[in-house]
Each structure stands twice: as C-alpha cells, then as structure tokens.
C-alpha cells in the first residue's frame, strides 16, 4: 500500500464531463492551471490522465524517432483502439480515411487542438450514407510543432459533450520558452512505386521571453504530398473513377503569447491561419460509375477544392489561495471553397463544371471552470464547476444552390418546409459541468454530471462514474461508465437541405417512379452512447501491462431513412434522416511495455473488436479490422545512434453485405473482404550535436500493398490504397 505521508493524486483534467478545455494546458503551463500542494495531497492533472486505461499518449520524442509523411494520424493510428477508416461502411470516398476510436465512427471522434474543439469538417457537405470529400482534421498542426498527443477512449472521453462518443484526441503544441530556442525541420517521403504520390515538408519553431513575464512562440511551415497516379487502380478497380490518394498542399502559420500578470493571473492570446489545397487525384463521391469522365479526368492535378481555417483566442488562468481557475473565448473561421458538385441526380458527389462555391462555418466558444480543492474528513476532494456556451453559423451557398430536381411547388405538390432562398444555419448551445475526485484510502472515485442545452434538441443530461483502486503496489482496477451523445448535424437537422436520387440509390421495396429525395429533419433526437470499460493495470516500473474491455450500447444513429412520407411530383418518394435502431460496439484492448535493457524498449499493443454492428441488420457501424497488433522496438545504440523496428498486423476487414439505403443485398461478387496483413517500418536516427539531428528509414519494409476496387457496392471493404515502400529522411537544424 501507499505511504500514508506520500501525496495522493487527484486529477484535474482527467475527469468526467467536463469542458474541451480543461486539457488545454501542457505540462509546461502545470504550475498555472494544473499542479497545486494542499497539506500532503498533490493534485496533477496531467500525470493522472496518462494512468486512464483508455489513455495513450504520444510525445514529441515519439513522432520525432517515426515522423508521419503529412497527417499526424499515421502516427495516431498506432495506439490500441485507435483504426483509419472512411466516414461510413459505403466506401464512399474510400481513400479519405480518419482517425476512428473503438469502431465508433470518424464522426464520433472529437479533435481537440491544444484543448479546443477543431470543426472544419463540418463545413463540408453531407452525403446520403455520411460521407463527407474531407481529410479530417489531424493535418492542421505540423508534426514537429506537436509537444505530445494524448488519446482518450470510451468512458473518460464522455465528458467532452457532443462527438466525443467514441473518444477524444488533443494535438497539444509545444509551449513558449523564456530562453530564445528555434528549430528548423525538413522531410522528404520517397516512394518506390512512381505511381504513389511524394511528400516533402519544411517547418519552423521559434520561441523565447519578450520580458520577464512575457513569452512568446511561433510556429509554421509548407508541406506538399502529392496525388497518386490516375490510373493507379486501372488493374484492380470496375470504374475508371476510382481513384487513389489525392494530394495536399499545406501552409500553416501560429503564433502564441503568454504573459504572466503577477503570481495570481496569467493571460494568453493565440492566433493562427492554415490552408489545406488538395491535389485532385479523380475521385467522385460514386465512384462506381456517373459523372461526366471527361470533365474529371482534366481536372487531375490541380486544386478543387481549398479549406481555410482561422482561430483566435484569448485564455485567462488563474491560480490562487482557493483553487485554480480558466476562462477562454475562441473563435474558429472556416471557409470551404469547392468546385460545385451534383446534388440531384446529377449524380451526387461528381463535379459537373457548373462553378463554384463557398461554405463558412464560424464557430465562437466561451468556456470557464473553476477547481477547488478540498479535504473533508478523511478524504480529499477536488471539485470541478464549469460551464461553456457555443454558436455555430454555416453558410453553404453550394449545397443550397438552385437543383434542377427541385420540387417546382406548383399546384400545392412541394416538399413540407422547403425554402432553398435560406442558405444559412445556425445553433446556440450551452452546457454546465461539475464533478468531483474523491481519494478514500487507496482508491479514487470520480462522478461527474453535465447537462447539455441545445435550442433545437433541448436538453441532454450525461451522468458518469469512474473508479480506480490500488489492490496491491502494482496491480490496479480501473473502470467506468459514462453516457455520451451527439447532437445532429446542421444539414442533417435541416429542411431546406435536399438530395435526390433518380431511383438507383432509392429503396427497392417501392415502385420506382420518378426517384426519391432526402429531406433534413428537424425533429431528430441525438444520437447516444452508454460507454462501459472495466480493466487491470499491473505496473512494475521496468515493465508494465494492462488489459481493458470495453463496451459502448449505442441508440439513435441518424441515417438516410427509407420510409417515405409523402408523394411529389408525380410519384417521387419523400423520405427525412431518421434515428435507426441499437448498435453495439464491444472489443478488448491491451499493452504491453518491457525495458528489456536500459537501452532497448519493446512496446506492443493491441485491439480486438467483439462486436461493431447495428443490431438490426447486423452491418458493421464502420469497416475496421478484427483485430490489430502494433508492436515497437527502440535501441538507443549510444548517446548519438538510436534505431526503431515498428510493425503493425491488420485483421481481416469483412465486407458489409447489406446496403440500408435500397434494402437489398450487395451482390456476392461485390462482396470483397480485405485479408489480413503486415506492415514493417525501420528507422535509424543519428545526432551529430547539439544542433543537427538526420533520421531516414523505410517505410512497409516488404512492400505490401493494397489497390481500391471502388464502393462497399462493388468491392466490399476494399475501398482504399494501402501504399508501398517508400524511403524518408528528416534532418533537424536547432539553435
């Protein structure tokens, strides 16, 4: 057992239901906002968020020995519970892959940047099967201005609010300096098949002290990787559209200050500016067939579509007598600028040369909390009050722009509460937290309650419970349930905006006449989440393990729904987005870490999902693999030379074999699994001195490779490229 006069510790920051701020700070801030010593307890938010079962965290260190080529989610993908996979099981846009906790949906995955909620792809129109033409948004902070990036799964990620049912990941930037420190860091991936797109980066970090009070920190740089070859699936794949990996052009520039008032407050102001252009590689949102072949095939190349993305904040912390405190006010522009694409037929998700337009998501977050720590008898209490306001606002003059397929409204035959005049849609929301740690003895309980208000969607009330309890030096329990949720989206929730279907994509049940359209519906219920996990911690400082099962009972999915309302138009079937039924997601995660010497480190991870399905079709909720192994060794050689073996084994990826949008059966031929396999990376790295550090590797040491057949419709769950071996080097300049 612990030392009765060794201090406890309690967390800030990992607790339940609380704010997107409150993982804000750094390690390096912790004397502001996150560390405090009352009589023997010492409360360390941090420190305690790395013991959660369903916690990982990856630093500086870790990103610097495997660098990604662009998108921290090469990394990100490499922790257990953590799987790439496409907006939905249809495929749609396959090679657009995102960061995917626990089998739960990109859309359930909730990024934070440096604590506060990244929400461009919500400027990006959404499909019938919930797809979105977006990359996510783990590639808006270079990879070498990352301090750490740390993961939160299942029951601990709940308290986050709206889409964070699956879990939540904080990209945490490196801190300013009091001493003048820079850095300069280059990266080139180069891969072997000439079909494969190339990467390059340059990237910048400077900071220092203006005074004795006052930092700064600024950080930028240009990355480039290029789009796969048009015909790089030509052998492989049934449509001439289905493409491979499009390209991106990045330009990103930050700048941080923070000043220290007096003992008491400290104020920070952030700004920064990024730019993501893609480099179009040929892929449609149907990439089985439609479109106008010509138009796309010329288009290869160059950008159709650019996103914007501008913040601002201004951050209060406070640290006094009675606890501490953090106040913030943020606001985050996105501006979409996209080629237009068919919206009616025309077919969806193509471009079709008709222009193009420009979605602006503005989104202004307010957030506040207080900390006071407290001791009650024989227990120690840090309770934790906070409250947050948000107001989105998207214009998307693209998907709200005059159809063809419009109903006319002539002769009273029109849609119920269609105006496409009205491009604009806007939410107010607010929610209040509290929760409290209590450490009795050898173990912690954290409950926690957070009440969500939506002017649409009313109130949401999400209570938890976590425990952790020592039952020897080593071994401990931890375990927790939580209730998560997530609002609907702005275009799912909303009348005015409309698909439409000439008939291919509509319900079989019905008698085709005429097609049939999707309506947004504004009374949608949000969708939820139980999430449960229960598990064991066995530490013994040179090694360590833990296996953790989880299980989230998940109600209320919105889909495309096939009942139809009503009749227009002469016979065109009406149907609205609908909640689905129950869905489960079940699985086990583990870790294994040995110092095999105090110079060789062996780490392996590992998941295996149970269960990922809608419990009335039995269709996974999105295409992951069974199971999957990541396994690392890392030998510091000498003081100077380090090398890394990383690989990582895929489980089989099932195809789905039933489509709920036209209530058939994919075809046999069509349903394609991806079979298990491998993939090996090795690294060396080498320090000259103090300023110049070079790494180089190859990446998929064997070669292994995967070709895109299409959609889920056509080709099952092979849906994207899997790129082969390619050679990279970084070299490191710091001053």
Same mark, same amino acid.
């Given at each position: 057992m612990q030392p009765r006069n060794a201090p406890h510790r309690l @967390?800030?920051?990992?607790?339940?239901?609380?704010?997107?701020?409150?993982? *804000?700070? =750094?390690?390096?801030? !912790?004397?502001? #906002? =996150?560390?405090?010593?009352?009589?023997? %307890?010492?409360? @360390?938010?941090?420190?305690? *968020?790395k013991q959660a079962l369903g916690s990982s965290i990856i630093t500086a260190e870790d990103i610097k020995r495997h660098p990604p080529a662009n998108d921290l989610s090469d990394i990100i993908r490499r922790e257990p519970g953590v799987n790439l996979s496409g907006n939905s099981a249809s495929g749609a846009r396959g090679n657009n892959r995102q960061i995917d906790l626990r089998g739960m949906g990109p859309e359930n995955t909730l990024i934070l940047i440096d604590g506060k909620p990244s929400s461009a792809r919500n400027a990006v129109r959404y499909g019938w099967n919930g797809d979105r033409d977006t990359r996510g948004e783990t590639n808006w902070v270079p990879a070498e201005a990352v301090e750490r990036i740390e993961i939160l799964r299942g029951p601990a990620a709940a308290r986050y609010g709206s889409g964070a049912m699956g879990g939540v990941v904080n990209i945490i930037t490196k801190r300013p300096t009091q001493e003048l420190k820079g850095n300069v860091s280059l990266y080139t991936l180069l891969p072997e098949d000439k079909a494969e797109g190339a990467s390059k980066r340059t990237n910048f970090n400077l900071s220092g002290g203006l005074t004795d009070a006052l930092a700064f920190r600024v950080y930028g740089g240009l990355a480039k990787t290029d789009a796969d070859d048009a015909d790089i699936n030509a052998d492989h794949a049934n449509s001439a559209l289905a493409a491979g990996r499009e390209g991106v052009r990045n330009k990103d520039i930050n700048g941080l200050l923070s000043w220290q008032l007096n003992d008491a407050h400290r104020l920070e102001l952030s700004s920064g500016y990024s730019r993501q252009g893609n480099i179009y590689a040929g892929d449609t949102m149907n990439s089985n067939g439609g479109g106008d072949i010509e138009l796309i095939n010329s288009l290869y190349g160059h950008e159709t579509n650019v996103m914007q993305r501008s913040t601002y904040d201004i951050t209060h912390l406070g640290d006094f007598d009675w606890g501490t405190s953090k106040s913030s006010l943020t606001y985050e522009y996105v501006r979409n600028w996209r080629m237009n694409e068919g919206l009616a037929g025309g077919? !969806?998700? *193509?471009?079709?040369? #008709?222009g193009a337009d420009v979605s602006r998501l503005r989104n202004t977050r307010l957030s506040s909390e207080v900390n006071l720590p407290m001791s009650l008898g024989s227990t120690e209490h840090v309770l934790t009050l906070g409250g947050e306001y948000l107001y989105e606002s998207l214009n998307d003059q693209g998907s709200f722009r005059p159809q063809s397929f419009d109903p006319s409204g002539g002769n009273g035959d029109q849609i119920s509460g269609f105006d496409r005049s009205e491009t604009k849609m806007t939410a107010k929301s607010f929610a209040l937290f509290s929760e409290d740690n209590i450490v009795i003895g050898d173990t912690t309980i954290t409950p926690g309650l957070r009440l969500d208000h939506h002017e649409e969607f009313g109130d949401n009330l999400s209570p938890s419970l976590n425990v952790a309890h020592k039952l020897t030096d080593d071994l401990t329990l931890k375990g927790g349930i939580a209730r998560a949720y997530k609002t609907p989206n702005l275009y799912q929730s909303n009348p005015n905006y409309l698909l439409y279907s000439r008939g291919n994509g509509c319900s079989s049940a019905q008698t085709n006449n005429g097609g049939c359209y999707l309506q947004g519906n504004a009374d949608l219920d949000p969708e939820t989440s139980v999430n449960k996990e229960i598990g064991l911690l066995y530490d013994r400082g040179t090694w360590r393990t833990s296996a953790t099962y989880f299980r989230n009972d998940y109600k209320n999915k919105i889909i495309g729904g096939t009942d139809v309302m009503y009749d227009v138009n002469g016979g065109r079937r009406v149907t609205q987005w609908e909640n689905a039924g129950k869905a489960l997601?079940?699985?086990?995660?583990?870790?294994?870490?040995? !110092?095999? %010497?105090? #110079?060789? /480190?062996?780490? +392996?991870?590992? @998941?295996?999902?149970?269960?990922?399905?809608n419990r009335d079709t039995g269709e996974p909720l999105s295409v992951v693999p069974k199971y999957t192994v990541n396994s690392t060794l890392d030998w510091r050689a000498t003081e100077k030379l380090s090398f890394q073996v990383a690989g990582t084994y895929y489980g089989?990826?099932? =195809?789905? +074999?039933?489509? $709920?949008? %036209?209530?058939?059966? $994919?075809?046999?031929?069509?349903?394609?699994?991806?079979?298990? $396999?491998?993939?090996? /990376?090795?690294? @060396?790295?080498? %320090?000259?001195?103090k300023n110049y550090d070079v790494r180089v590797g190859v990446n998929n040491v064997f070669d292994k490779q995967i070709y895109r057949g299409g959609n889920a419709s056509s080709s099952g769950a092979n849906t994207y490229n899997q790129p082969g071996r390619a050679l990279f080097a970084a070299l490191n300049i710091s001053f």
């Open positions: @967390t800030l920051a990992f607790v339940a239901l609380s704010s997107p701020a409150l993982m *804000a700070q =750094s390690a390096q801030a !912790e004397e502001a #906002s =996150s560390a405090m010593v009352i009589e023997n %307890t010492m409360v @360390t938010a941090e420190e305690e *968020a077919p !969806e998700g *193509a471009i079709n040369g #008709s997601v079940e699985g086990v995660e583990g870790n294994l870490f040995v !110092e095999l %010497t105090p #110079s060789l /480190d062996w780490n +392996t991870n590992f @998941t295996l999902m149970l269960e990922n399905d089989k990826q099932e =195809s789905p +074999t039933y489509n $709920y949008r %036209t209530l058939e059966n $994919y075809d046999e031929a069509a349903q394609q699994d991806v079979e298990a $396999y491998g993939l090996v /990376d090795v690294s @060396t790295g080498y %320090t000259f001195n």
